[in-house]
C-alpha cells in the first residue's frame, strides 16, 4: 500500500475527523503539522483551490476536503471496520446530517460568539440548542439503542460530529454557557463522553486547556 501523509494543524476539528477515521482503520500515517500563516508549497501544490488543510496524501495522489477524505478512507481501506454504513437509505441519511452539522449547526456556534448584546446572544443559543435537539432525535433513530450513531461501533456520523467536541467544550469554559444542554440532549450528552474515551479519538482531540492557550495567542497577536 502506498505512503500516507496528512497535512493538517492539531487544532483543527476537520483534520481531527481524518485522523479519527484513520484511527478506525488502522492506517498507519505520516502527521504533517502545518503552519496556516506560513502555508508550505505542498500544501499549496496540494489544495491549489482551497489551500487549507486537511489534505490527505495517498501516494501521490492528494485529497481535500474533510468529508471527502473521510469517505475515500471507508472506501479504499475495506479491511477495518465500516465508517459509512451499508444500506443505501442509512448512508444516504448519514450524509444529509453530516451536511447539516457542517454547513448549518456547527456555524452557529460562531454566530453566538460574534452575537452583540445578550438578547443576540440568547437567541443564537437557542437556535444552536433546537438544532441539538434535532441531533439528539438523529442519534436514537440511528443508534438505535447501542452506543454510537454507528451501532456498536463508531459511525460516519460519530466522526463528524465528535470531532467537534473539543472546540464546543472549549467554547463552553471560555464563553461561561453550556451548548451540550444534558437536559435538552441527555443521550448526546452521554454519547460525547463515550466518544470521547474510544481508543481512536482519545489521543486525537485537543484538551481544552491547549485550546484555551492557542485561543490566547491568537488574541495577544491581533
Known amino acids: 500500500m502506498a505512503a500516507v501523509k496528512l497535512l493538517g494543524f492539531w487544532a483543527s476539528p476537520f483534520v481531527n475527523r481524518v485522523q479519527i477515521a484513520l484511527n478506525l482503520k488502522r ?4 502527521n504533517i503539522e502545518e503552519n496556516l500563516r506560513a502555508k508550505s508549497q505542498l500544501l499549496l501544490e496540494s489544495n491549489p483551490i482551497h489551500k487549507k ?10 485529497i481535500s476536503e474533510s468529508l471527502v477524505i473521510v469517505e475515500y478512507i471507508d472506501e479504499v481501506w475495506t479491511d477495518g471496520p465500516s465508517i459509512l454504513p451499508s444500506d443505501p437509505f442509512a448512508r444516504a441519511t448519514a450524509r444529509f446530517w453530516a451536511a447539516y452539522i457542517t454547513d ?10 460574534t452575537a452583540e448584546g445578550e438578547e443576540a446572544k440568547a437567541a443564537a443559543r437557542e437556535k444552536f440548542v433546537e438544532g441539538l435537539v434535532l441531533l439528539e432525535e438523529a442519534f436514537v433513530k440511528s443508534s438505535q439503542g447501542k452506543g454510537y450513531f454507528g451501532g456498536d461501533e463508531i459511525g460516519y456520523l ?10 464546543l467544550r472549549v467554547r463552553e469554559a471560555t464563553q461561561g454557557v453550556t451548548f451540550l444542554d444534558k437536559n435538552k440532549a441527555p443521550q448526546l450528552a452521554a454519547w460525547a463522553d463515550r466518544f470521547t474515551l474510544n481508543s481512536a479519538v482519545v489521543d486525537v482531540l485537543p484538551k481544552t486547556e491547549k485550546l484555551v492557550d492557542l485561543i490566547n495567542s491568537f488574541t495577544k497577536t491581533t
Do not use: A, M
Open 53 to 62: 488543510v486537511p489534505v490527505l496524501i495517498h501516494g501521490d495522489k492528494p
Open 104 to 113: 448549518k449547526w456547527w456555524p452557529l456556534l460562531t454566530e453566538y460568539r
Open 158 to 167: 460519530d466522526v463528524v460530529l465528535g470531532s467537534l467536541l473539543g472546540w
Open 27 to 30: 492506517v498507519s500515517y505520516e
